[in-house]
């Protein structure tokens, strides 16, 4: 006879195989060590799936030290991978980083590494730092600008908010275009049978 737990968890694993997972989404502007600074243009630079079912996605700006978040840009189209990001008086500090996600079902697609927001008097290095920061990226000229000012505030809206994607459906903005659905679906699916299974 087969161990009901045995067969649980080769269902529960089975489902967890077939569900779809999160695609591929890199930031690689900011990296590790970059200085932004205010009163100037800084690039944010990523590169994405194309097939991930993700046709936008939104960004904030986050910091370790303090509670907040400072909203960025809502409804990026994915077909962009880089943002000008203009800051005004943002508190200086080495423990920012951007968050990429949807906001409205809570998926995060990826996190920078951690930088520095210097203020617009402080020079980009340090004579006194054993290392050196990575060099900043020219601003895109190409690229979209958004400017954000002063601290952190949750209770703000995004600085901006792009036009709406064609050809995509309200649902597929609360589920992240479908995935997430499929694939709780099919650990539910999977659990029914498991059950099943353990009864039989």
Not at 15 to 43: C, E, K, R
Not at 99 to 115: D, W
Request: hydrophobic share 35%; with cysteine; glycine share 10%.
């Amino acid at each position: 006879m087969v161990n009901t737990r045995t067969s649980s968890l080769f269902f529960l694993f089975s489902a967890l195989a077939i569900s779809p997972s999160s695609g591929y989404f890199v930031i690689n502007d900011p990296q590790l060590g970059t200085q932004w600074s205010n009163g100037q243009d800084n690039l944010a630079t990523w590169e994405k799936g194309v097939l991930d079912g993700i046709p936008y996605f939104d960004i904030e700006m986050a910091r370790l030290s303090q509670d907040g978040l400072t909203y960025v840009a809502s409804n990026v189209p994915a077909t962009t991978s880089s943002l000008n990001i203009h800051l005004q008086d943002v508190p200086p500090g080495d423990d920012y980083f951007l968050v990429f996600l949807n906001s409205t079902a809570g998926i995060m697609h990826s996190t920078s590494k951690r930088f520095t927001i210097l203020s617009s008097s402080s020079p980009t290095s340090s004579s006194s730092s054993t290392t050196t920061p990575p060099p900043l990226p020219n601003p895109n000229p190409n690229a979209p600008t958004v400017t954000i000012s002063g601290s952190p505030n949750p209770t703000q809206p995004f600085a901006t908010t792009f036009a709406a994607v064609g050809n995509v459906g309200v649902s597929d903005r609360r589920i992240g275009g479908g995935g997430v659905g499929w694939g709780l679906g099919g650990v539910v699916v999977m659990g029914v049978m498991s059950g099943l299974c353990a009864v039989w």
